[in-house]
């Protein structure tokens, strides 16, 4: 197949390279394995006809404040932000809230209102120029003196595991929850390193751009990019999965893929092979999707506000439930990440809702009643609200897109050696040994997330080596 530049795969980061290699004048072909473009931006009918429902993400934080949107300025994307970023419900006191402003929220935080002023409040003062250290870990940086310092200070705190944070520097039970519910996003081991920066960084985003999501669906974003590529000459073309590189035929190619897929599509050089191949996949996750017949029945009607809910409880008890995921067990009571589009946007066809829990990658268990029984902890009444659900394990998470290893949405484990090691130890981890060849996926720098920085990278490295 001939072109100047093919991209194999349209997630975030597929479809930022492809718009990126397209706007410097390449002939780009996008091809995707799926029957639709957008990876983990994906929305479908899930669930009852007219229901729009995101198959992967839908909290577009991370795309608002990330360089790689940013300069894109893409048109007809709109974002709708929900009353309150994100809740925390808890059994014996009103929940506690993210607000847009740092301020609103310290006061819910009590005692450790100050605390959360100083950590995340102080990053989302920052602003851009930290967030892009922190999504651009290895540069190109051009960063002043200021935001190095900011972000040493912030580094100080974020190495930290969470549980460690919490109970250093937080006192309340409110807290503590808070930036587990927070760091739990990581799927790591909350006793883990980095685990504080995970969830500080999301608690800053929410006060530096707010969570919101995209009107319509996460594949209003998608489509926007695969148009603006359509419309700079590019062509994309579903149902074509990529097995072997040889089956190219452009100088430049750029890579959509987890390792997994990348070990397969070539024969490399020993040591890159063996990198690819140590590289080590997280956990897996258990999502539901429902069609309901009204919002969920929080017991605590601020909750109802939220776009994203953090169910689990305690500090304690949410350590407990990642620790059991990484231990390889399922948590009878897990961590469930739950996120109530309608509470932002009502043009989903009705109220719709995704909740998932983590369980060990390529786990087959049914999660559906641990899922639920925890929404019925906080929203007593909530099955009767149930249309209609819709399941995916792991295997079916694989299925529909290769690049969810295992049920893995991080592209791979979120650990401190793999900050740094992403897929390979490297100063530009998104070149292959093979000239032309880049990976962009979130299997490297800065890993998870819908903000297209891999992509970005891909393709300006692509775009030198032209
Ligand atoms: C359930 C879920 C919820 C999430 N929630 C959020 C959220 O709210 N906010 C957020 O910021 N992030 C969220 N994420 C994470 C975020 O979506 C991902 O980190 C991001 O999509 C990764 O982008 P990517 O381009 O690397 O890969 P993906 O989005 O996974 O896309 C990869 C694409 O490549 C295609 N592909 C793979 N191999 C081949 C091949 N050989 N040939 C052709 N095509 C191929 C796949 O079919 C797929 O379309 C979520 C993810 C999931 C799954």
Not at 23 to 35: I, K, N, S, Y
Not at 224 to 229: D, G, H, N, R, S
Not at 279 to 294: E, I, N, S, T
Request: glycine content about 12%; aromatic content about 6%; overall charge neutral.
């Amino acid at each position: 197949m001939g072109a100047d530049a093919v991209v194999v795969g349209s997630g975030p980061n597929g479809l930022v390279a492809a718009v990126m290699l397209a706007r410097a004048g390449c002939e780009v072909l996008l091809l995707e394995a799926a029957d639709g473009f957008g990876g983990a931006l994906r929305s479908g009918e899930l669930t009852l006809p007219g229901r729009v429902h995101d198959l992967g993400a839908t909290v577009m934080a991370m795309a608002l404040a990330s360089p790689a949107f940013r300069g894109l300025g893409l048109k007809g994307v709109e974002f709708a932000h929900p009353p309150v970023a994100a809740a925390h419900p808890l059994d014996d006191r009103p929940a506690v809230l993210v607000h847009r402003d740092a301020g609103h929220t310290a006061e819910g935080l009590g005692r450790d209102g100050a605390v959360w002023l100083a950590t995340a409040g102080a990053a989302a003062r920052a602003g851009f120029p930290l967030v892009d250290l922190l999504l651009k870990p290895l540069g190109p940086w051009r960063a002043s003196p200021r935001a190095f310092a900011q972000a040493a200070r912030f580094g100080a705190a974020a190495a930290l595991p969470a549980t460690t944070f919490a109970r250093r520097a937080l006192r309340t039970v409110e807290g503590r929850a808070l930036i587990a519910g927070l760091a739990a996003h990581s799927m790591l081991d909350l006793r883990s390193p980095l685990t504080t920066g995970y969830g500080l960084m999301l608690g800053a985003l929410a006060h530096l751009v707010g969570w919101p999501l995209v009107r319509g669906g996460s594949q209003v974003l998608a489509d926007a990019l695969v148009a603006e590529l359509r419309s700079l000459g590019g062509q994309a073309v579903t149902g074509h999965r990529v097995r072997r590189l040889a089956e190219l035929d452009a100088p430049i190619v750029v890579l959509d893929v987890t390792p997994r897929q990348l070990l397969a599509m070539a024969d490399w050089p020993s040591g890159y092979r063996r990198g690819l191949e140590r590289y080590r996949y997280g956990p897996g996750v258990f999502k539901l999707d429902w069609a309901l017949d009204g919002p969920v029945p929080w017991r605590d009607p601020a909750v109802a506000g939220a776009g994203t809910v953090h169910l689990g409880g305690t500090l304690e008890e949410i350590v407990l439930s990642e620790a059991e995921t990484t231990a390889g067990r399922h948590s009878p009571r897990p961590y469930v990440l739950l996120v109530q589009p309608y509470a932002a946007d009502p043009e989903r066809g009705g109220h719709t809702l995704w909740a998932y829990c983590h369980v060990p990658n390529g786990s087959p268990v049914d999660m559906t009643d641990a899922v639920e029984t925890q929404i019925e902890r906080y929203a007593p009444g909530f099955r009767d609200r149930v249309l209609a659900r819709h399941a995916m394990g792991p295997a079916e998470l694989e299925a529909a897109n290769p690049n969810l290893v295992g049920g893995d949405i991080g592209g791979g484990l979120t650990s401190l050696g793999q900050f740094v090691r992403r897929p390979v130890w490297s100063p530009a981890p998104w070149r292959t040994p093979l000239p032309g060849v880049f990976l962009c996926s979130s299997s490297t720098p800065p890993g998870p997330g819908a903000h297209g920085v891999g992509g970005w990278q891909a393709a300006r490295l692509a775009l030198r080596s032209r």
